[in-house]
């Protein structure tokens, strides 16, 4: 009688095995032992939770450098987050106005506008929008609903915040909460 597959301790294995090579490609490219080990973490978790699919495990396993690949993107990513993070943060020190998100719901009349301007957006974004401000979704669960990649959830509510934000200046414009004096 065969034995049962046991997906937790065949990681277990691996991950004995892979993870000193995965720590020094993260340490190589992070500013820091700390980011490296975070890196290796968060692509360390990604690969457990689809370490069931056989097709996933016997890639990572057979493919060489696939899981330091993973470790450099994730990085990649870390970066750019927090590199717009940074420009954000600058931009906003040099003086600008910090936008306030509490402002814009603060009056009943722009509340009461603000449906109409959700019907004039994108109906991908409006999606996105309802799942993550009405519904409460996180952009992992949103890119699983909507069948698109968490990146792009991402994507579609930064563009609907905008078109959102540039609407409410349309609105102040015209004689709305800012307008009126």
Request: proline share 4%; net charge neutral; with cysteine.
């Amino acid at each position: 009688m065969s034995e049962e597959f046991d997906a937790r301790e065949d990681f277990r294995t691996w991950l004995y095995a892979g993870t000193g090579p995965l720590r020094l490609t993260a340490r190589r490219h992070a500013r820091d032992h700390q980011a490296a080990d975070d890196t290796v973490q968060t692509v360390l978790e990604s690969f457990w939770k689809k370490w069931d699919n056989a097709e996933f495990r016997e890639k990572v396993k057979n493919t060489p450098g696939y899981a330091q690949r993973c470790v450099i993107n994730a990085w990649r990513s870390t970066e750019r987050s927090e590199a717009a993070e940074r420009e954000r943060l600058k931009k906003y020190s040099s003086g600008e106005p910090v936008p306030e998100t509490q402002d814009l719901y603060s009056d009943i009349e722009w509340k009461l506008s603000l449906p109409p301007m959700l019907e004039q957006l994108e109906p991908t974004w409006r999606s996105v929008i309802e799942l993550r401000y009405r519904q409460g979704k996180s952009f992992a669960e949103i890119a699983a609903i909507m069948g698109i990649s968490e990146s792009t959830a991402r994507r579609y509510d930064k563009g609907a915040l905008n078109a959102l934000a540039q609407a409410e200046r349309a609105w102040g414009e015209k004689g709305g909460r800012d307008g009126r004096g």
